[in-house]
């Protein structure tokens, strides 16, 4: 199972799943992680497949028959597994018997992608195709999309057997972000440093682009929000902003959100400028610099906080203290690796360093093409050492006026 896979279920979860549903997964074998993670403890959950393994509860003596009583199942969810089922019709035609009424169902199949046996590999799927299986087996549609990040670049649809959900067409409303309730026990671990506070460092770059339009995901108290003269496009699920400019807008909602149900115009022209200070995990923030890149200007900045933890503490995935700087700092190695084409610096601001990227180009597919294999490779390092290097900022630059001219091409 690949990350994008977990997170369009994640998403179907959050936004359509009733409740104390009865929740049956077609396939389920747990094939690097299983959806079974994604429900509440106590779901009522039971995986089926057609050979033992992790995460199946019950064998299927045949593929197209589920040992259920009709209208028994609230939910049914299934990710990679239509496209290794030579007659995949038959299988919505057991997903709607078994489904109570109003219950639900959640499809993920691939849209693109390497032929991978398993043991046979025999379809692709197009968005036409779940209105026609919608229609085959006497469900609703509810929702579709195709995702966009490859290789894959998975159709999911969310079904319904009679019923009267609707979509959803606007995001809801996010959890509150909490904060550590205490310092680390370790005052080092809570350490910052730098040549020039960062705001300072923003405040410089504004002035010197004067961006006609500005976007930044992650706006707490909106102190960086506030440098911005022109319009701007603020996005943070939980902001703790006490005056928004008059000139910006605030999208309470995350990032990934934003994006989604803005599509293909989520602003009104392109930005000149950008700063991406949202969660600080790596595959957040390449999901931000992926959706924001595609909608920069020509000579458009993006800016990047976070990329220099002054103490391993800090880079810990799961936050220990209050200076938090994630593992965003992987974002920009893995950056400074694949995308040559872009012009990145580093510079040595006060608490945890910016990272400055132009060079930027909206149409390359690069970083989409790639997404799953590469945040794979960073999930399975785990809380890997920061370098030295990166501890020490040896390679920073110190924030001089030159040096942010030199940054931004200005």
């Not at 700092?329 to 610096?345: G, K, M």
């Amino acid at each position: 199972m690949h990350l994008s896979s977990f997170e369009n279920m994640q998403r179907c979860i959050d936004w359509y799943c009733p409740p104390g549903a009865r929740v049956v997964d077609l396939g389920a074998a747990s094939v690097n992680g299983s959806y079974r993670d994604l429900f509440p403890p106590g779901t009522a959950y039971t995986g089926f497949d057609l050979a033992p393994g992790p995460g199946v509860d019950v064998v299927l003596e045949d593929p197209y028959v589920l040992p259920l009583a009709d209208g028994s199942v609230d939910l049914v969810v299934s990710g990679q597994m239509l496209e290794h089922c030579p007659q995949f019709w038959r299988v919505f035609t057991e997903v709607a018997r078994v489904l109570a009424p109003g219950g639900l169902a959640f499809m993920i199949a691939p849209s693109e992608g390497p032929i991978h046996r398993y043991p046979v590999d025999c379809y692709r799927f197009y968005p036409d195709a779940w209105g026609a299986m919608a229609d085959w087996a006497g469900l609703r549609l509810v929702h579709c999309w195709r995702d966009q990040r490859g290789p894959w670049c998975d159709l999911v649809g969310v079904f319904q057997k009679g019923g009267t959900l609707e979509r959803l067409t606007a995001p809801k409303p996010a959890q509150p972000i909490l904060l550590p309730a205490a310092p680390h026990p370790d005052p080092a671990a809570e350490a910052t440093r730098g040549k020039r506070p960062y705001r300072e460092v923003l405040e410089e770059m504004h002035r010197l682009l004067s961006p006609r339009l500005y976007c930044e995901i992650g706006v707490r108290k909106g102190q960086s929000l506030a440098l911005c003269r022109g319009r701007a496009v603020a996005i943070d699920p939980s902001p703790d902003i006490e005056t928004l400019p008059g000139t910006a807008t605030l999208h309470r909602c995350t990032s990934d959100d934003f994006f989604f149900f803005a599509g293909d115009s989520p602003f009104d022209g392109r930005v000149d400028f950008a700063f991406i200070d949202g969660m600080h995990l790596s595959e957040f923030v390449l999901r931000d610099f992926m959706n924001l890149e595609r909608h920069m200007s020509p000579k458009g900045v993006i800016v990047v906080d976070d990329v220099l933890p002054n103490h391993p503490v800090q880079a810990l995935r799961e936050r220990q203290s209050q200076v938090w700087t994630g593992d965003v700092w992987r974002f920009a190695r893995l950056l400074s690796e694949i995308r040559p084409d872009l012009q990145l610096t580093w510079l040595d601001t006060e608490p945890t360093g910016l990272l400055v990227v132009r060079g930027l180009k909206p149409q390359n597919r690069v970083l989409w093409n790639r997404y799953n294999p590469e945040i794979r490779k960073l999930l399975e390092a785990g809380d890997e050492p920061v370098p030295e290097d990166l501890l020490t900022r040896a390679h920073a630059l110190d924030p001089t006026a030159e040096a942010i001219r030199a940054a931004i091409g200005r």
